[in-house]
């Protein structure tokens, strides 16, 4: 069969991809697998901006930015477990709009996030839920949904564009993954999971890494791999540890921890700031 050029491009623009997935299959484990400590925290309350559109395929958080400067500047927002249209994932996306960003976050969970699974206080419904089995559903779904994706979100916002990307726990990797590709000029990540050494040798973008000191899934002898791994192949990058603060606390921080509150308004500070270093 002969593919149309359009076709064609498509399948060349995920060639990078498939190839950093099977370098990550081989490579040692930085940051662990999900864990239940993936799935706590606290839900927040305020009022969104974004709207639902459909990109590639996939529903879409899409916030635009409060105010425009010379460059159109992008950030792509791969959410934790809890899924793009999560209300704190929302309200996170709607401050990085605020500070002049375009934020798109897929639904590469298909409506089945983990908040399906828990109760209003991010309780689990069902004590024999199989996590791992979920995860590895959502790893097969969004390995296909993400590429193109990707793609069809520049060609949305045109080449002149500066892209970044963020990613949360679950969505870390897809963050590392571009990070090693020219689609954006920068990339970060908070308390991720499911990480190997390969991610951090193949960047090739600058890379922020905003960490919770007590963390189960990156603890410090992985943070301090990561780093090591980052310095010894001459990486550009960031890393900040908050104290007293815990797995989840960029995006699920308990309200009336005022530690842990200043902690996830200055990470999401800092990766805004990080992209501007790039994108202005």
Known sequence: MILSSRAALGFISVLPWISLALAALSSPSVAGALTKNCTKGWRHSGTTTGKNVTIAGVSTYLVEPTHHSGTKKV???????????????????????????????????????????????????????????????????????????????????????????????FGAMYAMNIGATDDVVATAFAHPAELTESHFTSLTKPLLMSCSEIDQTFPTADRNRAVDLLTENKKMYHYQVFSGVVHGFATRSNPNDSNAVWAMHHSAKSVAGWFDRFSD
């Open 75 to 169: 950030i792509l927002f791969y959410s934790d477990v809890f899924g793009s249209f999560f209300i704190n994932n929302q309200l996170l996306q709607d401050y990085f709009a605020s500070q002049g960003y375009y934020v798109l976050g897929p639904d590469y969970f298909f409506g089945d996030s983990i908040g399906l699974h828990v109760d209003k206080d991010l309780q689990p419904i069902d004590p024999n839920f199989n996590l791992t089995a979920w995860v590895e559903k959502s790893r097969r779904q969004a390995a296909q949904a993400v590429p193109p994706w990707n793609q069809a979100v520049r060609e949305r916002y045109g080449k002149n564009a500066k892209y970044n990307a963020v990613g949360y726990c």
